[in-house]
């Protein structure tokens, strides 16, 4: 199986090409140029360099969501086009579920943050048993407090990564109860490569859907969307 992994949800843009269990390429950059800037031209540069025919391509696996809502729907799009014009299947992975595939069998319990502004946070909560992801908590947006609340509460060591580390240091500093650590600059941003080796267990199980099912997740409404609901509120 010959897949093309694309993560566009945070700051990082990340193309990789997986077949099987060989990672043939992979292009990450995190320099603060917008995704459609960089997205397509690090896609045409990956299939330029390793001679990819895509039409030798499996599927198509996206980082569905959340994280920024113009990342989500420039990656969205550029899946969808993708896939409709090549005729497979797009895998939706949940963002988190990719970001925690990035410790692969690690003992700790592992915790994705996503920085969600106004001290929220989009994580999830897993464990690895030996090479199999369990979901302690699904992903979700919630106060970092209430996330450091729980993970105090399962008493195990925790293995933070994610852009949410940097912007809430002092906070998990002062609160986290229990052993905890951060995954070092090898892992703790988006990775294409995990993507697809987690989006490969999906294709194994069917779980792919077409692309005109496809769709972000986004879990927050975007600020305009909030702005326009608050004054809404505010006029009745």
Do not use: W
Request: aromatic content about 6%; proline content about 4%; hydrophobic content about 40%.
């Amino acid at each position: 199986m010959k897949i093309l992994a694309i993560d566009s949800s945070s700051m990082v843009a990340s193309i990789a090409v997986v077949e099987d269990d060989l990672l043939i390429a992979e292009y990450t950059t995190n320099h603060g140029r917008t995704h459609s800037q960089t997205l397509l031209p690090m896609i045409d540069e990956i299939t330029k360099t390793i001679e990819l025919d895509l039409e030798t391509l499996d599927a198509v696996a996206i980082a569905g969501g959340p994280g920024s809502y113009t990342g989500l729907r420039i990656g969205s799009a550029t899946a969808k086009g993708l896939a409709l014009s090549l005729d497979i299947p797009i895998i939706n992975v949940p963002t988190m579920d990719a970001l925690a595939y990035n410790l692969f069998s690690s003992s700790y319990i592992v915790c994705p943050i996503m920085d969600a502004r106004r001290k929220q946070v989009y994580t999830g909560v897993y464990k690895f048993n030996g090479t199999e992801m369990e979901t302690i908590k699904p992903q979700c947006i919630m106060l970092v407090e209430d996330l450091i609340e729980e993970l105090n509460s399962l008493d195990e060591p925790v293995m933070f990564l994610g852009d949410g580390v940097k912007a809430y240091n002092d906070i998990i500093g002062s609160q986290m109860d229990v052993e905890y650590h951060f995954a070092p600059a090898s892992m703790n941003r988006a990775k294409a490569s995990s993507l697809a080796s987690l989006g490969r267990k999906y294709l194994e199980h069917g779980q792919v859907e077409t692309a005109a099912e496809h769709k972000p997740e986004y879990l927050m409404l975007s600020q305009a969307e909030r702005e326009l609901k608050e004054k809404q509120a505010q006029n009745k």
